[in-house]
Nanobody
């Protein structure tokens, strides 16, 4: 059973960088041909795919967020991370990590990140 757990600060100030880490257990993030995604849900809105990192380290980003998004990984720790720079209050959301790029089969529980001064 694959399990994912998000971690990171729950409060970020405007213009700063939001950093989250997803720790994966029960499966390796380097296993072919899996993708590992970040998805977010702003309060009262639907799910928004942020981006993904593939088993081979390739990265993919939402066009609307690409300019200030970076996804990386630490294979020794079986973790992948999200960095969202120059955040605004509109980046306030529950952030989820999940396995998959289109059809996600395993999800973390999500973590609320609030952007506020």
């Amino acid at each position: 059973q694959v399990q994912l757990q998000e971690s990171g600060p729950g409060l970020v100030k405007p213009s700063q960088t939001l950093s989250l880490t997803c720790t994966v257990s029960g499966g390796s993030i380097t296993t072919s041909y899996y993708y590992w995604s970040w998805i977010r849900q702003p309060p009262g809105k639907g799910l928004e795919w942020v981006g993904a990192i593939a088993y081979d380290g390739s990265t993919y980003y939402s066009p609307s967020l690409k300019s200030h998004t970076s996804i990386s990984r630490d294979t020794s720790s079986n973790q992948f991370s999200l960095q969202l720079s120059s955040v605004t209050p509109e980046d306030t959301a529950v952030y989820y990590c999940a396995r998959g790029a289109y059809d996600m089969d395993y999800w973390g529980k999500g973590t609320l990140v609030t952007v506020s001064s």
